[in-house]
């Protein structure tokens, strides 16, 4: 059980920091893609990837198809906002395998000209990471007890 929560943390930490300074939410896809992405890398850990394919692996991750934010916004907005994490964990574990089966990876998916992450969904722009991974996400997090997700600030609707 030791494990499964090290790896927890772990995975919460790497989608964090990567979220800290780069809105995924306003180029399209939505968010859970650093779960997906995140889970790729901690359960390739977990069951033993080598560096090669832990690095085929999270490239398998960010070319596999993304989900649009779409169905977290009227008037699309869906029950999949209750099982988009679990959906995304799931492809990390199969993705983790497929690596571990000798499936190449993509050296450049970040940073190939015109197709590459970076250029599609970033202009260009690669991503910013304000710190270096560690407990930063885990000492700060924000416990959505009665919150939602996402907080935009908006000012407080006029009473009449």
């Given amino acids: 059980m030791k494990d499964v929560l090290v790896a927890m943390v ?27 992405l995140a889970s790729t890398a901690v359960v390739g850990q977990m069951i033993g ?13 960010l070319v596999d198809g993304q989900v649009l934010r779409t169905y977290r916004h009227a008037p699309n907005t869906s029950s999949r906002k209750s099982w988009a994490a679990g959906d995304a964990t799931s492809r990390a574990v199969r993705l983790a395998l497929i690596a571990k089966t000798g499936e190449m990876g993509y050296p450049s998916v970040l940073t190939a000209k ?16 304000q710190r270096p991974y560690g ?21 407080p609707p006029k009473r009449p």
């Fill in 49 to 61: 990837l080598t560096r090669d394919e832990l690095i085929n692996a999270v490239s398998l991750a």
């Fill in 114 to 129: 015109t197709w590459g992450f970076y250029d599609v969904l970033f202009k260009g722009r690669a991503f910013a990471l």
């Fill in 10 to 36: 772990k995975a919460h930490e790497i989608q964090g920091c990567i979220a800290l300074e780069n809105s995924f939410n306003k180029v399209g896809p939505d968010h859970v893609l650093l779960v997906k």
């Fill in 135 to 155: 407990s930063y996400v885990m000492k700060n997090v924000l416990f959505k007890i009665s919150f939602p997700a996402e907080f935009t600030r908006r000012p």
